[in-house]
């Protein structure tokens, strides 16, 4: 036990309180920097993107608004077409009915049934000065 031990441990440079404060607050203030910049920097590119999106959307609606005019012309082409096509079924259906054969014969072709009597429409006005001639010889 009576061994050689150091009298002292060796002396290491003490640092005043002072300078270890500002090596902290040093610390600090460069995280909060870095921070700070990077912060920056997302806002940046999260301002660009917005903004290029909103040019895209703004540049996007004349082409939507044509597309949705042409969209409507088309539905009114095809409300027509499918009014036409049942049109035409319901003749279709009419000229192979036996009920109908005689009529769709005469609608077909240029031939009449003798049996139907001519209608002749006059007007009224080539009526009446032919009716005011023959009464004003009468008297």
């Known amino acids: ?5 150091p009298s ?3 002396l290491q440079p003490v640092e005043s309180r002072r300078v270890a404060q500002s090596r902290h607050r040093q610390k600090r203030n460069r995280a909060n920097t870095a921070i700070a910049l990077e912060t920056t920097a997302k806002l940046t590119v999260n301002i ?3 903004s290029a999106a909103i040019v895209a959307l ?3 609606l004349p082409y939507h608004k044509s597309v949705q005019t042409k969209l409507q012309e088309i539905r009114g082409q095809v409300q027509q077409k499918e009014e036409r096509v049942n049109r035409l079924q319901t003749d279709f259906g009419n000229l192979f009915d036996p009920k ?3 009529t769709n014969m005469q609608d077909l072709s240029s031939r009449v049934d003798p049996a139907r009597r001519k209608i002749v429409l006059l007007d009224k006005d080539t009526q009446e000065p032919e009716e005011a001639e023959q009464a004003a010889s009468s008297p």
């Open 1 to 5: 036990m009576n061994a050689i031990q």
């Open 8 to 10: 002292r441990p060796p």
């Open 48 to 50: 660009l993107l917005s």
């Open 58 to 60: 703004v540049q996007l």
């Open 100 to 102: 109908q054969a005689k």
